[in-house]
């Protein structure tokens, strides 16, 4: 079992960037694909990265593409999702998620899930 931690929202203009972390315990995380989504209200968890377990395959939504970038430390175990240029349009919780499943670009693929951090951007 993996339990996910994490930290790292905030409030930014359009434009800036932030880094999200994503903090997880048990000693199997190198065996997981890490995901990350996101939420705004009254919208469904949609996917924006993931990436496999040894970091070398990345995945990404279309609307993040050249702005996001996930990667992992495996020795710390965290995944990170750096976000640049951000838009209004991407404020939102985002969650981090774990999964044993290969490819997996849907949060019904993902079985362990943090509890999400707020991300604000002002225009």
């Known amino acids: 079992q993996v339990q996910l931690v994490e930290s790292g929202g905030g409030l930014v203009q359009a434009g800036g960037s932030l880094r999200l972390s994503c903090a997880a315990s048990?000693?199997?995380?190198?065996?997981?694909?890490m995901g990350w989504f996101r939420q705004a209200p009254g919208k469904e968890r949609d996917f924006v990265a993931a990436?496999?377990?040894?970091?070398?395959?990345?995945y990404y939504a279309d609307s993040v593409k050249g702005r996001f970038t996930i990667s992992r430390d495996n020795a710390k175990n965290t995944v990170y999702l750096q976000m640049n240029s951000l838009k209004p349009e991407d404020a939102a919780v985002y969650y981090c998620?774990?999964?044993?499943?290969?490819?997996?670009?849907?949060?019904?693929?993902?079985?362990?899930w943090g509890q999400g951090t707020q991300v604000t951007v002002s225009s």
């Open positions: 990436i496999n377990w040894s970091g070398a395959h990345t």
């Open positions: 048990g000693r199997t995380f190198g065996s997981y694909v």
């Open positions: 998620a774990a999964s044993l499943r290969s490819l997996p670009t849907t949060r019904f693929e993902y079985d362990y």
